[in-house]
């Protein structure tokens, strides 16, 4: 039985096909979900820091504003923006529309597009 | 061969009552964190430029202290349910699946105690 299953021929799989666009945004959400999910480690070692006193938190203000600091901050930003207008996306879907098919590929540029600006925004808000 | 029926091999293993609870709350979740994470970044904005007493004081305001346990309450709820999915997706022992996602669970639930926690440490600093 399960010699058999090993000799069994498979069904051509994901890498054959050229994936659309909206199914390149779906797995980078997953992707910026997972990292996202990272970044709550930081996060939380952030807050503990905030905690601990003001040496620490001097610390923490400038690896934050350390060149490579600020990159991965911003990079975990724009994660965040990312899985966000995706998420609207997915919520939209949920409620029963935005499926017409000459929509996908323009409505993944929007959430691009939308990413970039709330980042860029937050980077000169903050 | 299984000669089994799908409801005899369904039986014994509880009811399908909670069958929609992940879905139902990774969307209560996502809905709440929209507005949530927009404000969240105000506290990376502190941490950024604030003085230590700025960001104590503005953290320690119980308006910031409720909204920031809101979040991480939330967070980790989201990011526990979407790792699970992915860990559910990608895990095919059977073992090894449970056992991660129970890992990710409970860690998550001790960070976002650990979080709180330290919320409750910086008000008490005022």
């Known amino acids: 039985m399960d010699q058999q299953k090993k000799i069994r021929p498979l069904s051509p799989h994901l890498q054959v096909y050229k994936l659309p666009l909206n199914a390149v945004a779906s797995i980078v959400h997953r992707i910026t979900g997972v990292i996202l999910s990272i970044g709550l480690l930081l996060f939380v070692g952030g807050l503990l820091t905030v905690s601990v006193g003001e040496d620490a938190y001097i610390t923490l203000q400038n690896l934050m504003n350390h060149a490579l600091g600020t990159l991965i901050l911003w990079l975990f930003i724009y994660a965040l923006f990312f899985h966000l207008c995706h998420g609207v996306r997915h919520l939209i879907w949920d409620a029963g529309s935005g499926f017409e098919r000459e929509h996908m590929d323009r409505n993944v540029y929007i959430e691009l597009i939308a990413s970039v600006i709330l980042t860029v925004a937050s980077f000169f808000l903050l | ?126």
Not at chain 2, 98 to 108: Q, T
């Open chain 2, 1 to 126: 061969m299984d000669y089994r029926t799908p409801l005899a091999k369904a039986r014994g293993l509880g009811s399908a009552k909670a069958g929609t609870a992940h879905w139902w709350m990774q969307r209560v979740t996502a809905a709440a964190l929209i507005p949530l994470s927009l404000w969240w970044l105000t506290f990376i904005g502190h941490l950024l430029k604030s003085s230590y007493p700025q960001t104590v004081v503005w953290l320690s305001k119980p308006l910031n202290s409720v909204l920031m346990i809101a979040w991480i309450l939330a967070v980790f709820y989201h990011a526990g349910l979407g790792l699970q999915v992915v860990i559910e997706d990608y895990v095919h022992t059977e073992w090894l699946k449970i056992v991660s996602v129970w890992i990710v669970k409970l860690a998550f639930i001790l960070l976002a105690l650990v979080a709180v926690m330290a919320i409750f440490n910086i008000g008490k600093m005022v």
